[in-house]
């Protein structure tokens, strides 16, 4: 995704007749805020994804499970709310993008 954005950056001010983008100032701040953002969303997936499947593989001395379906699913709810601010932040750095495109138009 990063790459397609940094082409539209490079090509818009050019299919417009323009030297640059409005503001540089914004495509940093763009790309810092989605950036954080992937990197929160991915990361709480990815945690959330390997405490899950080590809850799903406890087992007791009996062999029964440690833990059921419905309690690995409620510790996995902080993750999910750290991936919707994740997801949150890249949207922001997007509607920035879109603002930036908007005013170099």
Do not use: C
């Amino acid at each position: 995704a990063m790459i397609s954005i940094g082409s539209v950056y490079f090509l818009l001010p050019r299919l417009y007749g323009k030297s640059e983008m409005y503001s540089v100032k914004l495509i940093n701040a763009h790309f810092w805020i989605a950036t954080i953002g992937i990197v929160l969303y991915i990361a709480s997936m990815w945690i959330s994804g390997v405490m899950q499947g080590l809850m799903w593989r406890a087992t007791n001395p009996d062999g029964t499970l440690t833990y059921s379906f419905v309690e690995s699913v409620k510790a996995s709810y902080p993750f999910w709310t750290i991936r919707f601010i994740g997801g949150a932040m890249f949207l922001s750095g997007m509607l920035i993008m879109f603002y930036n495109m908007v005013k170099t138009i």
